[in-house]
């Protein structure tokens, strides 16, 4: 517990990455699995995450990040990208995984399925993408806690321009929208950012005890 607190103590929001330096298959991997056991509401996991390594496309969404230097210097770039609706097919997809991994009869998820209709059925499509935007962030938590376990810098990201990230990469049509990104990689030794103390609530005004 005392190596996981220094590895947070350890991390920051990246500001430089070194390009010289990669993320091994071995270790993305251990970063991706961390993202698919992520929790989120019912299980469901309402979105899709695109590792993006190819830089002539980063080269594309860098001036809809407002130009931000991350986008091409980190070893790879983490998009999720959050359902904009979700539906009846979305619902059965997800009865059908639980049905084969578990391996018990779909009917005998009948009621989940009911209660799924009643809650997220229910919503309209911007509660929808609200509810599934929301989940996203979830995932990046669990990314951000995993990659300082090894030690992998990360920069999460909200300063971007979500249309044209959706438009770049060919989201809309897929019923996708950009919720939040984050580089990853390993930090530049000429980041200034991470030699600064690390600010956050004191306890006493952070925690009440009820």
């Not at 980063?58 to 809809?64: A, D, S, V």
């Not at 049905?99 to 009621?111: A, T």
């Not at 806690?145 to 979500?162: R, T």
């Not at 996708?176 to 103390?197: N, P």
Request: net charge negative; aromatic share 8%; charged share 30%.
């Amino acid at each position: 517990m005392d190596t996981y607190i220094n590895n947070l103590e350890w991390r920051y929001a990246t500001k430089k990455f070194d390009s010289t330096k990669k993320i091994s298959s071995e270790d993305l991997e251990k970063l991706l699995k961390s993202i698919q056991l992520s929790a989120s509401s019912y299980g469901m996991q309402p979105y899709e995450v695109l590792i993006i390594k190819d830089p002539e496309v980063r080269k594309k969404l860098q001036p809809e990040a407002f130009n931000q230097s991350q986008i091409t210097e980190a070893s790879h770039l983490i998009v999720f990208a959050n359902l904009t609706s979700i539906s009846e097919e979305h619902v059965d997809a997800y009865l059908d995984n639980i049905s084969k991994i578990r391996e018990i009869q779909v009917e005998k998820l009948n009621g989940f399925k009911d209660m799924l209709a009643n809650t997220v059925l229910q919503q309209s499509k911007e509660e929808q993408s609200a509810w599934a935007e929301k989940q996203t962030y979830i995932a990046l938590g669990n990314l951000l806690s995993a990659a300082a376990n090894y030690k992998i810098d990360v920069c999460p990201m909200e300063g971007f321009d979500a249309g044209k990230f959706d438009e770049i990469l060919g989201l809309k049509e897929k019923g996708l929208s950009t919720a939040v990104i984050a580089a990853i990689g390993y930090r530049s030794e000429e980041d200034v950012a991470q030699h600064a103390k690390k600010v956050r609530k004191q306890k006493e005004e952070l925690f009440q005890h009820i």
